[in-house]
Antibody
Framework: EVQVVESGGGLVQPGGSLRLSCAAS????????MKWVRQAPGKGLEWVSY????????YYADSVKGRFTISRDNAKNSLYLQMNSLRAEDTAVYYC????????????WGKGTTVTVSS | QTVVTQEPSFSVSPGGTVTLTCGLS?????????PSWYQQTPGQPPRTLIY???TRSSGVPDRFSGSILGNKAALTITGAQADDESDYYC??????????FGGGTKLTVL
């Protein structure tokens, strides 16, 4: 079964850091680009970051640029999101998703991990 | 900054047809933006419905269809059912490594 499972969410103070992980299984992880998408409580979806299959190409939404770092370890079938200088507005459910490069869409969603930034 | 626009809410009667749209604050949505559509029920992750404007994802019933209507992408549900009551999001690729979601449409079936 194709799946991605996020972990690492939790409660963190403003200005703090957190590292999210995503474990992929059921598909050849190294053959797919990956993204992080988040959803603030009661709000819509927001694309956060993209990483190509090899890790050579990376993009960020303006809202997280300079604070978040996406990375991957294809040998471990894992995706990561290092989040620094966290703000209250980063509070959200963070979804690890598989991207399909040919048509620029998302075809696999994780269940998400919750990040709460609060003092 | 480009904003992707969707109707905040819509309602449809059971068995009816509804079309949700996805536009841009500046310009038109065309197939070049590879619009895709996602369905989300409360407490659940989104589910992929449509990609590349009009291609249904695996397992999606054919009552869901995608198209370009005028200057917007559109999601049409034909023969709406009670369990179609969900939030629907479109996403477009603006190029240069930028993906943007619309604000979502809350669909009520009543």
């Amino acid at each position: 079964e194709v799946q991605v499972v996020e972990s690492g969410g939790g409660l963190v103070q403003p200005g703090g850091s957190l590292r999210l992980s995503c474990a992929a299984s059921g598909f050849t992880f190294s053959g797919y680009n990956m993204k992080w998408v988040r959803q603030a409580p009661g709000k819509g979806l927001e694309w956060v970051s993209y990483i190509s299959s090899s890790g050579s190409t990376i993009y960020y939404a303006d809202s997280v640029k300079g604070r978040f770092t996406i990375s991957r370890d294809n040998a471990k079938n894992s995706l990561y999101l290092q989040m620094n200088s966290l703000r209250a507005e980063d509070t959200a459910v963070y979804y690890c998703v598989r991207g399909r490069g040919n048509y620029y869409y998302i075809d696999v969603w994780g269940k998400g991990t919750t990040v709460t930034v609060s003092s | 900054q480009t904003v992707v626009t969707q109707e905040p809410s819509f309602s449809v009667s059971p068995g009816g047809t509804v079309t949700l749209t996805c536009g841009l604050s500046s310009g038109s949505v065309s197939t070049n933006y590879y619009p895709s559509w996602y369905q989300q029920t409360p407490g659940q992750p989104p589910r992929t419905l449509i990609y590349n404007t009009n291609t249904r994802s695996s397992g999606v019933p054919d009552r869901f269809s995608g198209s370009i209507l005028g200057n917007k992408a559109a999601l049409t549900i034909t023969g709406a059912q009670a369990d179609d009551e969900s939030d629907y999001y479109c996403m477009v690729y603006l190029g240069s490594g930028i993906w943007v979601f619309g604000g979502g449409t809350k669909l009520t079936v009543l």
